[in-house]
Antibody, heavy 121, light 106 residues
Framework: EVVLLESGGDLVRPGESLRLSCEAS????????MNWVRQAPGKGLEWVAG????????DYADSVKGRFTISRDSSTSTLFLQMTGLRAEDTAIYYC??????????????WGQGTPVTVSS | VVLTQSPGTLSVSLGETATLSCRAS???????IAWYQQRRGQAPRVLIY???VRATGIPDRFSGSGSGRDFTLTISRLEPADLAFYYC????????FGQGTKLEIK
C-alpha cells in the first residue's frame, strides 16, 4: 500500500524558514517523480514544486522560485521542501503527491493528508 | 497554460447528470489532462487522466472527454458522495490546476 506521510508544518513569522518532509512507503521511491502541492485556506490547489525520480531535475512555480528548494533522499524514501523567506501568502496546507512516472510533470496518483503551514506575525 | 473551469458552482439533483468544463488558454495534448475530486477535509484523489482514462477504483459514472482547448468531466447518476470540489489539471509542461468547480446537490 502506497503511503505518503507529511510532517514539519508549523506556525512561523514572516521571513523565517521551515523544512517539510514526506516519508514514502509501499513503492520503489526512485522510480517516481514527486511533487508538493499547496492549498491556501478556502482556495484551490496550487502546484508548488516537482522533482524527478532520480532527483536530477526540478521545477518550481513562479510564486516560490528562488525561495523554496525541493529535494529527495532515496536512502530514506523521503521528500523534502526547504522554504525560506516565508510570506503570509505561503500559508496553506502542503500536500506531498506522487506521479505515475519517473518525470515529475504527470498526473498525481497518490496524495498525503497534508501538513499545515501558517505564516503570521 | 492557464486552465479556466466553469461553472464556479453547479447544483444538480440526485440521479441527474453533472457536466463540468475546463478550458485551456492554448491547445493541450489529450494525453495531459486529469481531473480530481476533493471532498471536504480530505486530500484530492485522481478520477481521470489522459483526458478519458478512469483511475483505479473509479466507477464508470465518471467520464472524461475533450480535445484541443476544451475538456469535460461528466458525472452521471449523481450520488450524495459526489458533493465535492472538482479540479482539472494539465501536465503538458509544468503542472497546473484550474480554479475548481464546487458541485452541490440540489
Amino acid at each position: 500500500e502506497v503511503v505518503l506521510l507529511e510532517s514539519g508544518g508549523d506556525l512561523v513569522r514572516p521571513g523565517e524558514s521551515l523544512r517539510l518532509s514526506c516519508e514514502a512507503s509501499g513503492f520503489t521511491f526512485s522510480r517516481h517523480g514527486m511533487n508538493w502541492v499547496r492549498q491556501a485556506p478556502g482556495k484551490g490547489l496550487e502546484w508548488v514544486a516537482g522533482v524527478s525520480g532520480s532527483g536530477s531535475s526540478t521545477d518550481y512555480a513562479d510564486s516560490v522560485k528562488g525561495r523554496f528548494t525541493i529535494s529527495r533522499d532515496s536512502s530514506t524514501s523521503t521528500l523534502f521542501l526547504q522554504m525560506t523567506g516565508l510570506r503570509a501568502e505561503d500559508t496553506a496546507i502542503y500536500y506531498c503527491a506522487r506521479v505515475e512516472s519517473a518525470w515529475f510533470s504527470y498526473y498525481f496518483d497518490y496524495w498525503g493528508q497534508g501538513t499545515p503551514v501558517t505564516v503570521s506575525s | 497554460v492557464v486552465l479556466t473551469q466553469s461553472p464556479g458552482t453547479l447544483s444538480v439533483s440526485l440521479g441527474e447528470t453533472a457536466t463540468l468544463s475546463c478550458r485551456a488558454s492554448q491547445s493541450i495534448s489529450t494525453s495531459y489532462i486529469a481531473w480530481y475530486q476533493q471532498r471536504r477535509g480530505q486530500a484530492p484523489r485522481v478520477l481521470i487522466y489522459g483526458t478519458s482514462v478512469r483511475a483505479t477504483g473509479i466507477p464508470d459514472r465518471f467520464s472524461g472527454s475533450g480535445s484541443g482547448r476544451d475538456f469535460t468531466l461528466t458525472i452521471s447518476r449523481l450520488e450524495p458522495a459526489d458533493l465535492a470540489f472538482y479540479y482539472c489539471q494539465h501536465y503538458d509542461t509544468s503542472p497546473a490546476f484550474g480554479q475548481g468547480t464546487k458541485l452541490e446537490i440540489k
